[in-house]
């Protein structure tokens, strides 16, 4: 059993440019779609942005339930959660500045992330900000100690 503060540390951390998060939800018809995305960690939830013209939002809507897959220093994970939009003014700025201090210049205009540039699959501006709340983690660890764990999570 690998501790959860191994990974958790590393989602800590994993703000940057280099880090890219794979979003995985549902289409209408049941067929998976997949999604590289940004993601940014606060409080114990990861937070990324979606324009509302976009496969992964309207899956969302649809269906809140998604996985984030990421690739860290030593261990691999997928979450197992569901995704929200952020209406709470406070906690969106809160992230937006994270996301900006992180090296990505956003700021919030009329309750939306405005920036001069995005990754192309966040689709055009204005973004909406989404929570990440995870109830299961998968980690295989590929560096010393060596292993597999899940991790279950209640809320």
């Known amino acids: 059993m690998l501790p959860w503060s191994r990974p958790r540390d590393l989602l800590a951390k994993s ?6 998060f794979f979003l995985s939800t ?17 409080d114990g939830d990861l937070y990324i942005v979606s324009g509302p ?3 992964k939002t309207k899956n969302l809507i649809r269906n809140s339930a998604c996985a984030l897959s990421v690739v860290l220093a030593g261990i ?10 952020v209406e709470d003014l406070v906690l969106l700025t809160t992230v937006a500045k994270e996301f900006h ?4 210049p ?13 990754a192309p699959s966040a ?6 900000l989404y929570r990440f709340t995870f109830d299961t983690v998968v980690g295989v660890a590929g560096a010393e100690p060596y292993g597999a764990t ?6």
Request: charge should be negative.
């Open 76 to 85: 691999d994970l997928v979450l197992e959660g569901e995704a929200a939009k």
């Open 150 to 155: 899940r991790w279950r999570f209640s809320r």
């Open 123 to 128: 689709g055009p501006p204005p973004w909406d």
């Open 106 to 118: 956003c700021e919030v205009k009329d309750g939306r992330i405005v920036a001069p540039y995005s």
């Open 101 to 104: 201090d992180g090296g990505w």
């Open 26 to 42: 549902t289409d209408p018809d049941g067929r998976p779609h997949a999604a590289g995305v940004g993601a940014r960690w606060h």
């Open 15 to 20: 703000g940057d440019a280099n880090t890219t």
């Open 53 to 55: 013209g976009t496969r």
